[in-house]
């Protein structure tokens, strides 16, 4: 996989490990590049490091396990429009927020008002010469560049057409939804969000639908002092054909990031999250589960985290589960970074395949690194297949084998839900995930 | 219900090793029949090929429920008919909650034989009720299926499936070992609760004590594959005197 990645990249793999600059030329030649009003400097600085750093080539080590060949070619392959819109969390009082082909559509979205904070498009505020997002736009991506290079979020932020910038001042009840809908066949859509959170505030976000034949997005958070942010994002089989997503957050002290993300089928993804604990006594939990099934073509998810603990006593957690059958493919990579100081920390990692049959594979590469001494890290990871022995406990049961399996694999994935916190998004999310393996058992 | 067993060998799957070497009994509907035996002798083999679990393999003979092949049925036809198995090791399932998984199971048995599915008040009002006179609390119905419990919690947990379930077809898998007096007092209890005309029992069983409190019709006993004699509660009082050797020595 990883020679044809680099012939299907069409480089000529010598000194450099990136895929050559001719790969980064075509991939830009391709773009239509805003210029950008408050964005203007960085994204003249994204520009800069883009082309020192190329895009990454097959024999990137932190692309060992996923192939950058489709993300790296100029143009998206084609991809047919199917209508059906995910009526995920429609039971709940949110602010909507629609993006077509990666442009915020006002006329079909809410007000851009809610108590306690401030929200602003991007491409309207770009007009102008000065935003309060000009303090964060590239920003936390430009820090979330060290020690590992991520060229195709310094991409976003040089070709971001559209996204939001909220800033909350206060306690937000009501969750903003960014829905997401497609409409041209071959659509290249960048989207970066930026996010602050002052003080105390507090915001969901709530993010699902399908963005773009390839997507790329970014979203940039910082959390204040005592703020707390919660994320949960979803994508299903035709959201999400090829996509990276990344998302850096910068989390102060004792404030709180919680970001959970669902991916049911869908064909290649790769989700980065980079995560800096900046603050004394903060809480950063990222997890997720996937559901891949090889037969609806080739599935490939691949979540690579990154979390740096730079203060004392902060709690850091990673919960990634994957589902995989027909041949699909599952990856994590995760790292958890102690840095010198960070006394009192307190981080755990979990990563673990479910494989339903032989075909498919699950792959981790778990890392720590700790340069303080009174810390508590651990970090496990498991591939296996579903527990015969439960299976035939619930059969007995009177519990048919298909609804059986749907249990167990609910199961399976309990602990990434219980990373959740608000009870009724979590309740949506396994009603609709019980209903979707459901009906995949019958069919 | 009636369950016939007739001249039933079976070997393991993957292995050539025979383990059941003609097992021939029959219970009648309304009977509490009990096996005992050494030590693997084969009779938790005998409850698992009647439940259907996967490993083994029927070389010859049959096995009929109310003169159905049960054999033929997959695991959950089986328990859809009115067979039941409390396992002698029940089984730990991280992440589904006992409540769910007795639910679960109680309306997907309804469905199959056609009936309503309960509603939740009234399942809710029903596990309840029968849980209070095993002495499970509300707490244990919360956690995940049999996930930290004490050995004597997990049996009577499988007694509360069987209450719900209300099998006509019940075989008891060694479910008063590890249990004190009380605890198999209410297991007992449990039990004989659910004797009627039509229930029958299939109780497998290393001591005499269980036997004190559920009193068989007849009491087989089981060896190297064989039942290798067949007699009344007086035999399960023998074999609690005298050990398995005499028995053993009779049959050469
Ligand atoms: N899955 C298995 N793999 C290997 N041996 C088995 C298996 N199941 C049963 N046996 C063997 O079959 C024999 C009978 O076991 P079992 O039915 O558990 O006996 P009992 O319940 O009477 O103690 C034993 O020798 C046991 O080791
Ligand atoms: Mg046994």
């Known amino acids: 996989m990883a020679d044809t990645a680099v012939l299907a990249a069409g480089a000529k793999p010598a000194a450099k490990t990136g895929a050559g600059d001719a790969v980064l030329a075509a991939r830009l030649d391709a773009l239509d590049l805003p210029v950008g009003g408050f964005t203007a400097a960085a994204r003249k600085d994204a520009a800069a490091r883009l082309q020192a750093m190329g895009l990454p080539g097959a024999r990137d080590e932190y692309w060992r396990y996923t192939n950058p060949a489709p993300f790296n070619a100029p143009l998206p392959e084609a991809l047919a429009y199917t209508s059906r819109e995910s009526s995920l969390f429609d039971g709940i009082d949110r602010l909507k927020l629609v993006f077509v082909d990666g442009v915020f559509d006002a006329a079909a979205s809410d007000p851009l008002t809610g108590e306690g904070m401030q929200i602003d498009i991007l491409s309207t505020a770009d007009a102008g010469p000065a935003h309060w997002a000009g303090d964060l736009y590239g920003k936390l991506e430009t820090s979330g560049q060290t020690p590992v290079k991520r060229p195709f979020a310094v991409l976003n932020t040089l070709a971001a057409q559209d996204g939001v910038l909220i800033r909350v001042t206060g306690k937000v009840a009501r969750p903003v939804h960014i829905l997401y809908r497609r409409d041209g066949q071959a659509t290249d859509v960048h989207v970066h969000h930026v996010i602050r959170l002052e003080p105390g505030a507090e915001l969901t976000l709530l993010e699902t639908g399908g963005i773009g034949a390839r997507s790329n997005t970014v979203t940039e958070v910082e959390i204040g002092k005592g703020a707390r942010f919660h994320h949960i994002a979803s994508k299903r089989a035709d959201d999400a054909k090829l996509g990276i997503g990344h998302i850096f957050a910068r989390v102060g002290e004792g404030a709180l990031f919680k970001s959970f993300s669902l991916a049911v089928n869908g064909r290649v993804m790769r989700n980065e999250g980079v995560i800096e604990i900046v603050g004394d006594d903060a809480v950063a939990h990222i997890a997720a589960a996937v559901l891949g099934d090889g037969n609806e073509g080739a599935f490939h998810h691949d979540d690579t985290v990154f979390i740096a603990h730079a203060a004392e006593r902060c709690e850091s957690r990673q919960v990634y589960k994957k589902v995989l059958k027909n041949g699909a493919e599952g990856i994590f990579q995760g790292k958890i970074l102690v840095k010198p100081g960070a006394q009192k920390t307190d981080g755990y990692q979990i990563s673990q395949g479910l494989l339903l049959d032989e075909g498919s594979q699950f792959l981790a590469k778990p890392e720590l690194e700790i340069y303080a001494d009174d810390v508590k890290c651990s970090h496990g990871s498991t591939t296996g297949a579903l527990d015969e022995t439960a299976l035939f406990y619930l059969r007995s049961r009177g519990v048919p084998k298909e609804q059986a399996i749907v249990l167990l694999v609910l199961s399976f994935l309990a602990d990434a839900l219980d990373e959740i916190e608000d009870e009724r998004l979590r309740d949506d999310i396994l009603t609709r995930l019980d209903e979707w393996l459901t009906s995949r058992a019958k069919g | ?252």
């Open chain 2, 1 to 252: 219900m009636s369950l016939n067993i007739n001249n039933l060998h079976v070997k393991l799957e993957d292995e050539d090793k025979q383990i059941l070497k003609g097992v021939t009994l029959e219970v009648p509907a309304g009977e509490v029949h009990a096996i005992m035996g050494p030590n693997g002798s084969g009779k938790s083999t005998l409850s698992y090929v009647l439940s259907g679990r996967d490993g083994y393999e029927v070389t010859e003979g049959s096995a009929t429920l109310d003169g159905a092949d049960l054999l033929a049925m997959e695991p959950e036809e089986r328990a859809a008919a009115g067979l039941f198995l409390a396992f002698q090791y029940p089984v730990e399932i991280p992440g589904v909650g006992n409540m769910t998984f007795l639910r679960t199971a109680l309306n997907a048995q309804r469905k199959a034989r056609g009936e309503e599915e309960l509603s939740s008040g009234d399942f809710l009002k029903l596990v309840r009720e029968k849980a209070k006179t095993l002495k499970i609390d509300a707490e244990m119905l919360k956690r995940p299926v049999n996930v930290g419990f004490s050995g004597g919690e997990k049996k009577r947990n499988e007694i509360l499936q069987m209450a719900m379930l209300e099998p006509r077809m019940c075989i008891l898998d060694e479910t008063d070992s590890g249990l004190d007096v009380d605890a198999m007092r209410l297991v007992a209890d449990g039990v004989n609760a659910l004797r009627s005309p039509e229930r029958s029992f299939l109780v497998i069983t290393h001591y005499q004590r269980l036997l004190d409190h559920i009193r068989p019709d007849v009491v087989h006993i089981m060896s190297n594959g064989r039942i290798i004699k067949t007699g009344g509660p007086e035999l399960a009082i023998e074999v609690e005197q005298n050990g398995y050797g005499d028995l053993l020595a009779e049959v050469g």
